[in-house]
Structure formats: structure tokens, C-alpha cells
């Protein structure tokens, strides 16, 4: 199983940017995915997550209104649209899984990807 996070880079505080995170996990329609990121000399923490169905979603109360996560099960990804980014949404950001049940908390991630870099800087 492998997850593969991918879309990040520099982008000046209010602009947007779109990371992917793309499931080689058969039965993918079974697997919750969570975003969370991880700064310099912090702990990783929860962003968003999306259940096996679209319809159930959580937001970290400091991305609510700015950041959407959504799947396409067709292409086995999960996305995490980021708008009006602030420097403060500068980490590594990483895509993980669980079957059947959302999380917001690291260790019920049964699987992780590599994590991807996201910096807001002018």
C-alpha cells in the first residue's frame, strides 16, 4: 500500500495551492483519508479528513473556511484545495489512511505518505 502526496510549493501569503494524494490501496472506497501537516520543532497535527463517503468531512478549526478536501474515487485521490494560505500554514504535509473510519489523530493512520512542502512566504 502506498499513498503518494504531491502539489506543494512557495507561494506568497493569500494564494492558493491544490495538493493531491494519490492511493495505490485497492478497495480504496473503503479507506477514510486525513491531511495533516507537520512544522519545524512541532508536533504533526490534523487539517481535514474525509470519510468513505464525500458527504462526511471535518476541518482543524484553523483551516475551516480557507482549505476543502475531497475525493475522487474514480482516480483513487483525495485533494486539499488551500486559499488565502498565511505563512502560518507553512509544514510538511501528509496524506494518510484509515479503513472505514475518519480520524483526526495520527495514530489510527494505518498508512502514510511522504509528505509534501508547503511554504507561505513573500
Known amino acids: 500500500v502506498q499513498l503518494q502526496a504531491s502539489g506543494g510549493g512557495l507561494v506568497q501569503p493569500g494564494g492558493f495551492l491544490r495538493l493531491s494524494c494519490v492511493a495505490s490501496i485497492r478497495a480504496f472506497t473503503n479507506y477514510a483519508v486525513s491531511w495533516f501537516r507537520q512544522a519545524p520543532g512541532k508536533e504533526r497535527e490534523f487539517v481535514a479528513a474525509?470519510?468513505?463517503?464525500?458527504?462526511?468531512?471535518i476541518y482543524a478549526d484553523s483551516v475551516k473556511g480557507r482549505f476543502t478536501i475531497s475525493r475522487d474515487n474514480a482516480k483513487n485521490t483525495v485533494y486539499l484545495q488551500m486559499n488565502s494560505l498565511k505563512p502560518e500554514d507553512t509544514a510538511v504535509y501528509y496524506c494518510?489512511?484509515?479503513?472505514?473510519?475518519?480520524?483526526?489523530?495520527?495514530?489510527?493512520?494505518?498508512?502514510w505518505g511522504q509528505g509534501t512542502q508547503v511554504t507561505v512566504s513573500s
Open positions: 474525509i470519510g468513505t463517503s464525500s458527504g462526511e468531512i
Open positions: 494518510g489512511a484509515r479503513l472505514n473510519v475518519m480520524t483526526t489523530l495520527t495514530k489510527y493512520i494505518a498508512y
